[in-house]
């Protein structure tokens, strides 16, 4: 049966990237550099004419929406997006921080559709990161617009609270790079296999992205990597938080933007935009895992995607079975591996690859907005296989935010469905934090830090108390974090005096 006038659908894709080329430009070159808007606008226009239909299918969108930006500040970066692309919109939306974001927006989007409160909106993000760094080194002035401080702000969505909590401040554990690492370590100890083993395991699950970024033509890295490369450390992969080398981080340094059309079926049809351009989201699903890391009762598992992807197959009538085509959210190589283990996927199915761009590492990390590259190659894919559903999964913090959506060239058979399981995640156990923890303990996980010389810096160390505690814990002694990267740290009796883990 055709689909109902009120079923939303993604009906053009459009991205960009600005990869570096030849020698490193001048002032004046870096000077002239579009901004981030301008550059969300060139996706737009890149969307409408990937749906086959006019520029007019954007100056009709009643709802421009964008990712929150990391390189520049703009007061509503929707209005000036807006008025590139010809729009007058009724409501200007600006995402809260946080890698869920674009998957978040197309929820809460093809959930207004369904409920007939929009016909047509434009989702869009830019980073450009990378033209701030030449910037810097060149010494030249952006002159990207500053709008006034007068200007409408716009709604913001999503919840935007700091990622971590006081206590894990004090252990200087703050960033994306030093919780990461502490997943792994956790993912090795809950696997019983070798330093030498995991790394090898994760070398290869890496590879087999970069692989997919290779055949790209987004991507900022499009080059296969070998295992071996991306396991070997030296000057152009050093070590920055073991068990992670460089090549195993997400590269925020791109200049990237990608933009969707959403609409309704009717204003689909409406535009002339031809049957085989569309897609139709199926459902929406969302979750946060406890807010504080150290509040989680296990380190190596994420009980939200869990839930969050029961919940999202249970309301499109489908099952993991049944999705050909993934991606998972791939910050580091631990968000992956603790995805595919709540999703029921397997690391290494060669029919079924865990991304459609290659990753952040390879395709590109720009800030809050890969998410909208996976939805746009994501609906590359399954055009290239009518009939088939896809999987893209979102996360924003630590593990903490997650939005996961379900895609298919066919219309969603029970409408479109927009989900959440947090009531089921807040029923879960939390661990107690002891902020004043002294004496005996047992690693739970940690990790080594690096300065860019490749030299350790400082150890963060998540320890458990024997009364079930969880305790954070830093370490400086050079000899204990050289031999933490040789020998499994976790497991062993450790004894905590003044916030520093003194390990045996």
Sequence with gaps: MPPDARTPVIVGVGQLVRRPSGPEPGADEVAALSEPVEMMAEAARAAA???????DLLARAASVQVVSLLSWVYLNPAALLAERIGARP???????????????????TAAAIARGELDVAVIAGAEAVYARVLARRANAPLAWTQQPPDTA???????DRPGHSDA???ATLVLPVQFYPLFENALRAAADETIDEHQAKVAGLWSRFSQVAAANPYAWSPEARSADEIATVGPDNRMIGFPYPKLMNANIQTDQAAALIVCSVEAARSAGVPEERW????AGAGAHDHWHVTERHDLSSSPAIRLAGRALFEAAGASIGDVAHVDLYSCFPSAVQIGAAALGLGTDEPDRPLTVTGGLTFAGGPGNNYVTHSIAAMCEALRRDPGSLGLVTALGWYLTKHALGLYSTEPPPAGYRSVSAQAEVDALPARVVATDAEGPATVETYTVLHERDGSPANGIVCCLLPDGRRAVATVSDPPTLLGL???EGCGRPVVIRQGQAEIS
Aim: glycine residues 10%.
């Design 90 to 108: 009724a409501e200007t939306v600006l995402s809260s921080t946080g890698g869920n974001s674009p998957q978040m927006l197309v929820d809460r």
């Design 168 to 170: 894990e401040a004090a």
């Design 279 to 282: 897609v139709f989201p199926w």
């Design 49 to 55: 004419t990937d749906s086959g239909a006019h520029l």
């Design 153 to 159: 702000r716009p709604l913001t969505v999503g919840e």
């Design 485 to 487: 990267e040789k020998e």
